[in-house]
C-alpha cells in the first residue's frame, strides 16, 4: 500500500515511509528510537507513521518488516 501510493503520509511521517521502501530492514532491525533519528524526526512521528499505514503502533509495523526481510532472505 505504501509503494503503490494508496497511504498519503504527511511531510515528516513520509520520511518514515522512504525508509521503510528504501531499507526495509532499519524498520525490521531497528527500534522506534532509531527510526526516528534516521528520519530526523520526532519518535511520535514513527509511532504516527505506522498507525497512517494500517497498524496498531511501531511493533505491528515492524513485525510486518521483519516477516517481509525473513520472507525475502528465504528466496535467495
Do not use: W, Y
Not at 4 to 9: D, S
Not at 10 to 21: C, H, I, T, Y
Not at 34 to 55: K, Y
Not at 63 to 75: A, G, L, P, Q, Y
Amino acid at each position: 500500500m505504501i509503494a503503490t501510493r494508496l497511504i498519503v503520509f504527511p511531510d515528516r511521517s513520509e520520511r518514515v515511509a522512504r525508509l521503510a521502501l528504501d531499507r526495509p530492514e532499519a524498520i525490521a532491525f531497528g527500534t522506534l528510537q532509531s527510526v526516528a533519528r534516521e528520519c530526523a524526526v520526532a519518535n511520535t512521528t514513527v509511532f504516527r507513521a505506522a498507525q497512517a499505514a494500517g497498524f496498531d503502533g511501531f511493533a505491528d509495523f515492524r513485525m510486518m518488516f521483519i516477516r517481509h526481510v525473513r520472507s525475502r532472505h528465504k528466496e535467495k
